[in-house]
């Protein structure tokens, strides 16, 4: 079987909004803002990647997902994804 990564933020959904409000005076990314489960709310589906994912994914492709988030982030995560796979 063949497989294909995909990575969460920036790839299956669009975190800028999330992003920007976490961006510190110094311009530096303030990681605990970014990475906070209640924010999540924010990012948005990439509807165009999500169908290319299904469409591989339905071909017979093995589909892995990938992230940098933290352990902490495992469920909130899980549970954004199951929303943006729906």
Known sequence: ???VSFDID??????EDRLSMCIKPSNEVDWDCFLD???LFMDKPKQ???EFLRLLRN???GI???TGR???????TMNQLRG???
């Open 1 to 3: 079987m063949k497989y």
């Open 10 to 15: 920036g790839v299956l959904v669009n975190s």
């Open 37 to 39: 489960c209640r924010k």
């Open 48 to 50: 165009r990647i999500i």
């Open 59 to 61: 071909r017979g492709f």
């Open 64 to 66: 892995v997902i990938v």
């Open 70 to 76: 933290r352990e902490y982030m495992r469920e909130c």
């Open 84 to 86: 943006v796979l729906a």
